[in-house]
């Protein structure tokens, strides 16, 4: 698709919020964000395009506030905002709709290669991250994650999925097992090794859309998640599991956090990716019949598996 009109339309929006004027735009992800790169004087840097119905100007603006209070603590955890805050928010138009935008840093480093080592190194970054204070003048959203379970898109091609991951979170609520592990930190929101990149020694996180404050537990629930569904053996997940685990708790700032709560998370986890799936996604029969196979799958998984304090896992994957 020709994205020409577009990108001149997105550099005369950031140039006139930045006051710079040799801004160069070229689309690396056309999907419901638009992801793209960026060129100016000042640097490289990616500029992400949400859709208005997805993050409200206001939420884009805490998000580049939330990066860079966590560069102010640890400027190797995540990718700053590019610009200043300022921009952070502004509308633009992308054929015809509106989007809110958010210019950030590149991070440095490699994708993930699916090795132990970078897996441990994504556990110790996540730590760092879970280890920042959480003050009240980082003015954050505060998310318990339950927001996914009121009967918004009950109906869709995906309903009847979303029914059953919601009737295991129900379910897990109902047998009054504990769903918090009683601490409280800045939550990336989408915590899987793909969205960091990798150095000899240390990882950067970036793609904060989904970013609160809120139960740790929510974020390495989402890396329980993600494994679930990926095409490994079950013992090569276990093998991931534990070297993500070590990276965590080998942080010099990790918490010992207690992890008994995971599966009820895992289900948040599945019932967010549904809701989102089911609402901005038009899906092929292929597709659809694979997602619903994925939640049949995740939710068996959780159910079966026992889950310790400390994270480690019998019968799963």
Not at 161 to 190: C, F, M, N, Q, Y
Not at 209 to 214: A, K, Q
Not at 219 to 233: K, S
Not at 256 to 273: A, F, G, K, M, T
Request: proline content about 3%.
């Amino acid at each position: 698709m020709d994205h020409s009109l577009n990108l001149k339309a997105a550099e005369r929006t950031l140039s006139g919020v930045t006051g710079l004027t040799d801004v160069r735009l070229e689309v690396v992800v056309d999907g419901v964000n638009k992801t793209l790169t960026g060129q100016c004087k000042r640097g490289d840097f990616y500029l992400r395009l949400s859709p208005a119905e997805l993050h409200t100007a206001d939420a884009v603006k805490s998000e580049a506030r939330t990066l860079a209070f966590i560069a102010g603590h640890d400027a190797i955890v995540a990718t700053r905002p590019f610009f200043e805050d300022s921009h952070a928010g502004a509308a633009f138009k992308w054929s015809g709709e509106t989007y809110h935008g958010i210019a950030t840093t590149v991070a440095m480093g490699s994708p993930f290669d699916n090795s132990n080592k970078q897996m441990s190194l994504f556990g110790s970054v996540l730590a760092k991250l879970h280890s920042i204070p959480v003050l009240e003048a980082l003015e954050v959203q505060e998310s318990s994650g339950a927001g996914a379970l009121s009967d918004a898109a009950a109906t869709g091609p995906l309903a009847e999925s979303v029914s059953t991951a919601r009737t295991s979170v129900h379910a897990w609520i109902t047998d009054e097992t504990p769903i918090h592990s009683g601490a409280k930190a800045i939550l990336h929101g989408d915590a899987w090794p793909g969205n960091a990149r990798f150095q000899s020694s240390s990882a950067t996180l970036f793609d904060f859309e989904h970013t609160s404050v809120g139960d740790p537990t929510r974020d390495i629930a989402n890396v329980a998640w993600w494994l679930t569904g990926i095409d490994q053996t079950p013992q090569r997940k276990s093998e991931l599991w534990h070297s993500f685990l070590e990276g965590y708790r080998s942080s010099m700032n990790s918490r010992d956090l207690d992890l008994s709560c995971l599966p009820y998370h895992v289900y948040l986890s599945e019932l967010r990716s549904l809701l989102f799936l089911n609402t901005f996604i038009a899906l092929s029969p292929e597709v659809e019949a694979s997602i619903k196979d994925g939640t049949q799958h995740r939710v068996r998984t959780w159910r079966d598996c026992t889950v310790g304090s400390d994270g480690s896992i019998v019968h799963a994957w």
